[in-house]
């Protein structure tokens, strides 16, 4: 073979690659993506309506902004994705992956096993996360059918557990065909919360000064406790990074990273800005009326019961990214002897990590609807759903501790103050929940 030969065979071999990552990535969109997609649809309302009221004016909502613009850098962009993703145990990623890796390295010293119960903890905790994400996503999305209008709330319950029991019956057909069923719709979602952020951002420009962290620090300075109480809501903007983590094992790390920097975080953060930038453009009267579902508040009247559809449909999506983490984390449990061996069948041939558990599945079935029937709404769920995600995200910190002295031998000077950062925010967003 000669050169030339060689050097086009190798051009081939990297296209190819560039593809499969692009491929995976838009996959990635209809899967993991989901969880945190549409967070929008409740954490800002539930900053402002949720059991710590706070006023709508400009110091409140630029504070809350800015909150969850620098939560979503430090917490997902940063300790997610840019740190975690890094620690996969054989590709495989989640709390149980961290506790592997670490375990080669300390299992055998006298303070091994607390590091294994962390993990236990943390899965625990996604367990319960696995349970109410699919609730609260289903039934914010399908509550907005009372901003259409208000006689159709008797039809919440019922539409969120038909359309629940719906995608516990499609997790058979595996991870790659529900991937590539759903990226198409969560797309189209994803540029629809942007397209409706911009809209709204032009209205108010100004909404854009919520990038400097000074207006996160002046609502603490401004409500002390209640500014820390508002954290437990907070907090929902950023619900669905340990399912990320764990989803790992499905995608590959650089296709998830492609996804969320690439197009997931920016049209986030348009629809967050957008729905700051509606509150402060409204008079007092208006803003009380929208405050109560902004996100749905953002469309034009006669566009409402479409993105009310669209919605429901990205909530729908929203449960798969904790249903496959489940999957995954269950399969490493068995894998490290935590929990007995059980039916689990492979669901593609090229992506080891795809994998449908039917015991699993239908457990977390179970324990949804009698979540939706218990609670009946979405506002209800928040705090509970607080706590679960919290409660994990504290966790891997205290793992990623290890991890960087232990496993990747990081001097002192660069461990703790990176650490201290992340004790800080993940701690006070527990603290509140709790």
């Known amino acids: 073979m000669s050169d030339l030969e060689r050097l086009q065979g190798n051009g081939d071999a990297e296209e190819k690659r560039k593809n499969a990552k692009l491929a995976l990535a838009v996959r990635a969109i ?28 400009d110091l409140h909502v630029f504070g809350v902004v800015s909150l969850i613009f620098w939560s979503m850098t430090v917490v997902v962009s940063i300790q997610y994705v840019s740190i975690l993703m890094r620690a996969d145990n054989k590709g495989q990623g989640g709390t149980l992956a961290l506790v592997a890796l670490i375990s080669r390295y300390i299992g055998g010293s006298k303070h091994g096993w607390i590091a294994v119960m962390l993990g236990v903890f943390a899965t625990a905790l996604f367990y319960g996360d696995s349970m109410i994400t699919p609730a609260i996503s289903v039934l914010s999305a399908v509550e907005g059918l009372t901003v259409v209008e208000s006689r159709l709330s008797i039809w919440v319950v019922p539409i969120a557990l038909v359309m629940l029991v719906g995608l516990f019956f499609l997790q058979r057909r595996g991870t790659t065909k529900i991937g590539t069923l759903f990226a198409p719709i969560m797309i189209v979602y994803f540029l629809t919360i942007a397209v409706m952020g911009l809209v709204h951002i032009a209205k108010a420009p100004e909404i854009l000064h919520a ?6 620090v002046q609502f603490f300075l401004t ?43 920016p049209c986030l953060l348009l629809n967050y800005f957008g729905q700051g930038a509606m509150i402060v453009s409204m008079g007092d009267a208006a803003a009380a009326e929208a405050i109560t579902n902004p996100f749905f508040t953002m469309a034009p009247e006669s566009l409402r019961l479409p993105l009310v559809i669209l919605a429901s449909a990205a909530a729908f999506i929203a449960s798969q990214a904790v249903i496959s983490g489940a999957f995954s984390i ?52 928040a705090s509970a759903y607080g706590i679960a995600v919290t409660g994990a995200m504290l966790i891997d910190t205290c793992l990623m501790i290890v991890l960087f002295v232990a496993v990747w031998r990081y001097s002192w000077w660069v461990v703790v103050p990176t650490i201290l950062i992340f004790f800080i925010v993940d701690g006070a967003y527990f603290a509140a929940n709790l």
Not at 240 to 260: N, T
């Open 30 to 57: 209809g899967i993991v993506f989901g969880d945190i997609g549409t967070s929008p649809i409740y954490a800002f309302r539930e900053t402002f309506v949720g059991p710590h009221k706070l006023a709508l004016d």
């Open 211 to 216: 990038l400097n962290p000074w207006y996160a």
């Open 223 to 265: 409500d002390k406790m209640l500014g820390f109480l508002a954290l437990g809501s907070v907090v929902l903007a950023v619900t669905g990074s340990e399912a990320l983590y764990s989803d790992m094992g499905h995608f590959g790390r650089g296709p998830l990273r492609l996804s969320w920097f690439g197009f997931v975080m």
């Open 330 to 381: 269950t399969h490493q449990a068995i894998q490290l002897g935590f929990i007995p061996r059980l039916s689990i069948r492979h669901t593609s041939d090229e992506h080891h990590g795809q994998i449908y558990i039917p015991l699993i599945n239908w457990s977390l079935c179970v324990a949804v609807i009698l979540l939706v029937l218990f609670f009946q709404s979405s506002s209800k769920l």
